[in-house]
Nanobody
Framework: QVQLVESGGGLVQPGGSLRLSCAAS????????MGWFRQAPGKEREFVAA????????YYADSVKGRFTVSRDNAKNMGYLQMNNLKPEDTAVYYC?????????????????WGQGTQVTVSS
């Protein structure tokens, strides 16, 4: 079994920054791509960013491209999402996810494991 735990969420003013972390534990040997998703109230969960394990290929949603940076530290079993120039529309619960499949995908159904989520609120 795999456990993913997010941290780093909070309240930030528009234009501010936050760094989310995702700690992976358990049977993580087979994990490959790590992804970040978010869900705002009344909306469906949407893809934010993802990064592969070995090569570190990244993929971003158009809405966050140029503002968010996804990274990972395989030695520490950690994933990160650096969020800059935050906007009110970025307000959501952010989830870390991981998949055993090869390749990078924005499809939520392709991810096998999920964290419990961390709230990010962007407001003045």
């Amino acid at each position: 079994q795999v456990q993913l735990v997010e941290s780093g969420g909070g309240l930030v003013q528009p234009g501010g920054s936050l760094r989310l972390s995702c700690a992976a534990s358990g049977s993580i040997f087979g994990l490959n791509t790590m992804g970040w998703f978010r869900q705002a109230p009344g909306k469906e969960r949407e893809f934010v960013a993802a990064i592969t394990k070995n090569v570190g290929t990244t993929y971003y949603a158009d809405s966050v491209k140029g503002r968010f940076t996804v990274s990972r530290d395989n030695a520490k079993n950690m994933g990160y999402l650096q969020m800059n120039n935050l906007k009110p529309e970025d307000t959501a619960v952010y989830y870390c996810a991981a998949r055993t499949g090869i390749g990078i995908t924005p499809r939520a159904g392709a991810y096998d494991y999920w964290g419990q989520g961390t709230q990010v609120t962007v407001s003045s």
